[in-house]
């Protein structure tokens, strides 16, 4: 079973727009990953945060975490259309990525 | 460096054959997830095999098995198919560095008729 819940289940903005996804989770966890997967392949891996960090910058990313909410948010500013795709929050509880636990997913659809 | 390979692509099989699907993880990667994915129950961990020997299970009937070989190529099985396992099945392979992520294969699509 998922660990947990990810909203919106769908998400639409116009190119330019900031997109916001949150992720919530059930247990205490290693670290939070978050992966964006395109039309049904494989998952790539798009920014990592410790259970001890709160916040991670990587370009356009910003992920916050809050392990005292067991919740997670990832910020893409000024979307482009090859963002679209469905993004995922995984949480690893082994201290290693062998063992993910996913949850729901996003699906971003950003339109020119 | 070469990513993740799974072979094949695409599958089709008729109810109650078996399938083996195959990995081939980063080199240098000890570690092979499989995560099965569906519309309805998403993205879900079905094992983990870490120098050969399987380190990890998911809520998976026996139908589901798998193996690594010693060059860390892992292959999963699923007999006696059934509609329900039609499914993306994606293979990852990662390190046992702490903090670290998983990189995943393109996935097989199999579809069970």
């Known amino acids: 079973s998922q660990q947990g819940e990810e909203d919106p289940q769908a998400l639409s903005i116009q190119e330019g727009e900031n997109a916001t996804m949150n992720c919530s989770y059930k247990?205490?966890?290693?670290?939070l990953q978050w992966y964006r997967q395109n039309s049904g392949r494989g998952l790539v891996h798009l920014i990592l945060?410790?259970?001890?960090?709160r916040e991670k910058h990587s370009g356009r990313l910003r992920v916050t975490l809050d392990t005292s909410k067991k919740s997670s948010s990832l910020l893409i500013t000024a979307s482009r259309a090859a963002d679209t795709a469905s993004y995922f929050c995984?949480?690893?509880?082994?201290?290693?990525?062998?063992?993910?636990?996913f949850g729901t997913g996003t699906r971003l659809q950003v339109t020119l | 460096k070469a990513g993740v390979t799974q072979t094949p692509r695409y599958l089709i099989k008729t109810r109650g054959q078996q399938v083996t699907l195959s990995c081939s993880p980063i080199?240098?990667?000890?570690?092979v997830s499989w995560y099965q994915q569906t519309p309805g129950q998403g993205l879900q961990f079905l094992f983990e095999?870490?120098?050969?020997?399987?380190?990890n299970k998911g809520n998976f009937p026996g139908r589901f098995s798998g193996r690594q070989f010693s060059n860390s190529r892992s292959e999963m099985n699923v007999s006696t198919l059934e509609l329900g396992d039609s499914a993306l099945y994606l293979c990852?392979?990662?390190?046992?560095?702490?903090?670290?992520?998983?990189?995943f294969g393109q996935g097989t699509r199999l579809t069970v008729v």
């Open positions: 990852a392979s990662s390190t046992t560095q702490a903090n670290t992520e998983a990189f």
């Open positions: 247990t205490s966890i290693n670290n």
């Open positions: 945060i410790r259970s001890n960090e």
């Open positions: 995984a949480t690893d509880f082994t201290g290693t990525a062998s063992k993910l636990t």
């Open positions: 080199s240098g990667h000890r570690s």
């Open positions: 095999y870490f120098s050969e020997t399987q380190r």
